[in-house]
C-alpha cells in the first residue's frame, strides 16, 4: 500500500508543468529570462490622474516665491553686513573728514554724498550746487577734467565752530586750476559735519579811486600772494604794492618757486592758508600766509608775513629756506 501511495504522488507531482519564461542569452554569455509585463497589474498601480490647472498654479506660485527671494535675500544680507556698505557713505570721523567729504564729492559730481555731509540745519554760502558750478567752469575753460584733488589745511577752533582753509585742484591732463574755500565743520558726540563754506575771493581790489567801498585786508593779502603762488604772475602782484612797499619781492618768490621746482620735478603751488598776525605798527595789519609746493620728489611749506596798510601791500618777508 505504501508503495502504491508514493508511485500516485510522483505520477501527480510529475504531472504538473510549469510554463517558464524564455531565455534570452546576453552579450557576455549569461542567460536572461523575459517576463511579460502584466496589464492588469499595472493599470491597477497606475498614477492618479494629474489636475493640470492645480499644477499650473503652484508652479506660478514657486516662481512667485523664488523670485522674491532673489530681490529680497540681497537686501537682507548687505543690511546685516556693515562690509557691504559703501565706504563713501560712511560718517566722517574727524573735522578734516567731513570737509574733505563735502568738497569732493561737491566737486565729482556726487552731489547728494556732499548734501549728506551738511548739518541738519546748516544754510551754507556754498553749497554743493554752488561746487558743482564752479567745477563746470573749470571744465568748459580747461576741456574737461580728469581728476579732482584736494589740499585740506589745520583745523582753527572759532566761535562759528571749527574753520579749515582748504583747496581743490581741477586737473585735466597737465593743466590744473585750483580754487580755495573755509569750510567751517560741528562736532557733537563724536559726529562730525558741515555747517558753512565759502569760497576765498579772487576779484582784485578795484582801481577806481572815489568809490568809498572798504578794502578787506586779508582778501587783499590773499589776491597779492595768490598771484605770485598759484598764477606765477609777480608783475601782476605789483599792483597790489603800495608805493612805500619794502621787503621780499614778488619776483624773489617767484624766482624761489622756479629753483624749487627745478629740483624736485613739476611743481603745484598753492596758498595753504591766511591767517591774522601781530603788528608792531598799528596802521599795517599782518597775515601770515603759508604756501605749500608739492613735486614729484617732495613737498614742503614756507611761511610769509603780508602787511596790508590801507587798500595796498606795504610789505613782505619770510620765505625761509624758500629764498
Known amino acids: 500500500m505504501g508503495r502504491l501511495f508514493r508511485r500516485v504522488v510522483r505520477t501527480a507531482r510529475g504531472s504538473r508543468r510549469v510554463k517558464r519564461a524564455p531565455a534570452v542569452q546576453g552579450a557576455d554569455g ?102 558743482d558750478s564752479i567745477r563746470e567752469s573749470y571744465s568748459d575753460s580747461l576741456g574737461g577734467i580728469t581728476d579732482i584733488d584736494l589740499d585740506i589745511g589745520d583745523p582753527v577752533t572759532t566761535s562759528d565752530g571749527i574753520s579749515i582753509p582748504s583747496t581743490v585742484f581741477y586737473i585735466y591732463q597737465g593743466n590744473q586750476r585750483s580754487e580755495d574755500f573755509v569750510v567751517t565743520v560741528q562736532e557733537s558726540g563724536g559726529a562730525y559735519c558741515v555747517s558753512n ?44 604794492q603800495c608805493s612805500s612797499y619794502a621787503g621780499v619781492t614778488p619776483q624773489d618768490v617767484d624766482a624761489g618757486i622756479t629753483e624749487w621746482a627745478a629740483t624736485n620735478g613739476e611743481t603745484t603751488a598753492f596758498l595753504n592758508g591766511v591767517n591774522p598776525a601781530e603788528s608792531s605798527e598799528t596802521s599795517i595789519t599782518n597775515f601770515e600766509v603759508e604756501i605749500s609746493l608739492s613735486g614729484g620728489l617732495n613737498q614742503e611749506s614756507f611761511a610769509f608775513t603780508v602787511g596790508v596798510q590801507g587798500d595796498c601791500v606795504a610789505s613782505l618777508s619770510g620765505g625761509d629756506g624758500l629764498i
Not at 537686501?75 to 546685516?80: E, I, V
Open 30 to 131: 549569461r542567460q536572461y529570462r523575459v517576463v511579460a509585463v502584466d496589464e492588469n497589474e499595472n493599470n491597477e498601480f497606475a498614477d492618479p490622474p494629474r489636475k493640470w490647472g492645480r499644477v499650473g498654479v503652484m508652479a506660478a506660485a514657486w516662481a512667485a516665491a523664488l523670485a522674491l527671494g532673489a530681490w529680497v535675500a540681497p537686501g537682507f544680507a548687505a543690511s546685516g553686513n556693515p562690509e557691504n556698505q559703501d565706504p563713501r557713505d560712511e560718517d566722517a570721523t574727524d573735522a578734516n573728514g567731513a570737509v574733505w567729504s563735502y568738497l569732493r564729492y561737491g566737486s565729482n559730481e556726487d552731489l547728494d554724498r556732499a548734501d549728506a555731509v551738511l548739518c541738519d540745519d546748516a544754510s551754507p554760502v556754498l553749497k554743493p550746487s554752488d561746487l
Open 197 to 240: 563754506a565759502v569760497q576765498v575771493s579772487e576779484e582784485e581790489p578795484s582801481s577806481d579811486e572815489g568809490t568809498g567801498e572798504a578794502v578787506d585786508p586779508k582778501e587783499l593779502a590773499t589776491d597779492f600772494m595768490r598771484a605770485i603762488v598759484v598764477a606765477r604772475d609777480p608783475n601782476s602782484a605789483v599792483a597790489f
